[in-house]
């Protein structure tokens, strides 16, 4: 069966993967930039850009194994945009300009579900109200033979956790301290047992941390 996958999932050192304040300005609040400024220069991200080059170090490799396979992502509300409640109109299409760096059906969750819209280049986003079960049945059947990435923010990443749905975790400790925002790992006691766990520290001073399923 296809794999659930989360990739560059950024965390700072006391456990948050967004600051606190999120607005149109500030997609990661008060965090700013900061959780991911190891991410920025890399060959992976700035081809999201659509710019040639990037850094090639180790960084890139490991941030770089983030697409190939996978034909679905599963996001948050939070991380699509900043809005609460209900939509006040259709008008926001995400924080990615009319082509976004998916190129997969995307399947937002969300208490306030609202019509689906067609991007360009493959990108599909879906609106939904459902269990994490649900969520990742519908996600697999766009997806085909393919993975599923779970794309974040916290809320979402924890909710999968919690139900024992992921496969393959990869986090980008950040050495800051951000002190306020959203957490990850809260409720998620002795989650490493369910996995092996690999680190490795990369010139940068990120650590990366896989949580794979034995
Ligand atoms: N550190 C990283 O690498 C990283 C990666 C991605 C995103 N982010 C950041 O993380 C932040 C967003 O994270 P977040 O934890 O605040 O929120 P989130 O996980 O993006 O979204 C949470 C929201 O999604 C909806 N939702 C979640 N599960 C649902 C379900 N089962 N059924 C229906 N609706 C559901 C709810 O919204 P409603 O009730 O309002 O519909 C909920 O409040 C953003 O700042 C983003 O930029 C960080």
């Known amino acids: 069966?296809?794999?659930?996958?989360?990739h560059n999932f950024s965390v700072s050192i006391d456990g948050f993967a967004t600051g606190e304040g999120q607005s149109l300005d500030a997609p990661f609040g008060h965090a700013g930039t900061r959780l991911h400024e190891w991410f920025f220069p890399t060959r992976t991200f700035q081809q999201m850009l659509g710019k040639p080059d990037g850094s090639h170090g180790v960084d890139d490799a490991i941030a770089g194994t983030w697409e190939a396979g996978i034909g679905a992502e599963i996001m948050g509300?939070?991380?699509?945009?900043?809005?609460?409640?209900?939509?006040?109109?259709?008008?926001?299409?995400g924080w990615w300009g009319p082509n976004p760096p998916f190129h997969t059906p995307v399947f937002v969750l969300t208490h306030h579900p609202r019509p689906s819209v067609e991007m360009e280049g493959g990108t599909t986003f879906h609106f939904?109200?459902?269990?994490p079960q649900e969520a990742l049945r519908q996600a697999r059947e766009a997806a085909g033979d393919l993975d599923v990435r779970i794309g974040g923010g916290p809320t979402t990443v924890r909710e999968f956790l919690a139900e024992d749905l992921v496969d393959h975790l990869h986090i980008a400790v950040v050495p800051i301290v951000l002190g306020r925002g959203e957490r990850l790992w809260d409720g998620l006691e002795g989650l490493?047992?369910?996995?092996?766990?690999?680190?490795?520290?990369t010139p940068g001073g990120i650590t990366h941390m896989t949580f794979t399923r034995p």
């Open 77 to 93: 509300r939070n991380k699509f945009g900043p809005q609460r409640g209900p939509w006040e109109n259709d008008d926001w299409n």
């Open 192 to 201: 490493e047992s369910r996995f092996q766990v690999e680190s490795v520290t």
């Open 128 to 131: 939904i109200d459902a269990t």
């Open 1 to 6: 069966m296809s794999r659930v996958r989360v």
